[in-house]
């Protein structure tokens, strides 16, 4: 089995700074996509960032320019740098990955438990 553990979230004020971190673990042969999804109460949860094996990128609009994800293949870890960070940010944020066990077997999609990022005004 493969586990995301996500950490980093905590309470912050508007215009602040907070550094997600997501660290996969277990049989992990490879991940291919790994990606920052956010939910906040009352909504549905949303894409805010992904990013590739070969490190290409793709961001929510939202989020474009103030967040950055990046990862570290060799620790099978991806962060989430947030700065800027606005009250409408506030949200659990998830970890996703697509996460190969064999090196024949197909990718898995794997989700953390999340952690809670708030922005006061």
């Known amino acids: 089995q493969v586990q995301l553990v996500e950490s980093g979230g905590g309470l912050v004020q508007a215009g602040g700074s907070l550094r997600l971190s997501c660290a996969a673990s277990g049989t992990i042969f490879s991940i291919n996509y790994m990606g920052w999804y956010r939910q906040a109460l009352g909504n549905q949860r949303e894409l805010v960032a992904g990013?590739?094996?070969?490190?290409?990128?793709n961001y929510a609009d939202s989020v474009k320019g103030r967040f950055t994800i990046s990862r570290d293949n060799a620790k099978n870890t991806v962060y989430l740098q947030m700065n800027s960070l606005k009250p409408e940010d506030t949200a659990v944020y998830y970890c996703n990955a697509a996460v190969q066990t064999t090196p024949t077997g197909r990718y898995l999609e794997v989700w953390g438990q999340g952690t809670l990022v708030t922005v006061s005004s």
């Open positions: 990013i590739a094996r070969a490190f290409s990128t």
